[in-house]
């Protein structure tokens, strides 16, 4: 019974920290775009630099014989 005096004061400031976190989090705009990093991991990038002719190219290169198919 003695715990209770402990634990129930420890849960509610615990629920309190909890509750300041989500509300910094969404004034802060974290959860803003859930979808855009998911989208632009997928996206090519247009502009990505070609190797110059001194360098070996990722790209053309002969595949590994070691990687499977």
């Known amino acids: ?4 005096y402990l634990l129930i004061p420890v849960s509610v400031i615990l629920v309190f920290v909890i509750g300041g976190l989500f509300w910094w989090s969404v004034r802060s705009g974290q959860f803003d ?3 855009g ?5 997928l996206m090519d990038r247009d502009g990505a ?3 110059e002719s001194g360098q070996a190219s990722v790209l053309n ?6 990687m499977p198919d």
């Open 33 to 35: 775009d859930l979808e």
């Open 61 to 66: 290169s002969e595949p590994d014989p070691r």
């Open 37 to 41: 990093p998911a989208h632009r991991i």
């Open 1 to 4: 019974m003695e715990s209770l």
């Open 49 to 51: 630099k070609k190797p």
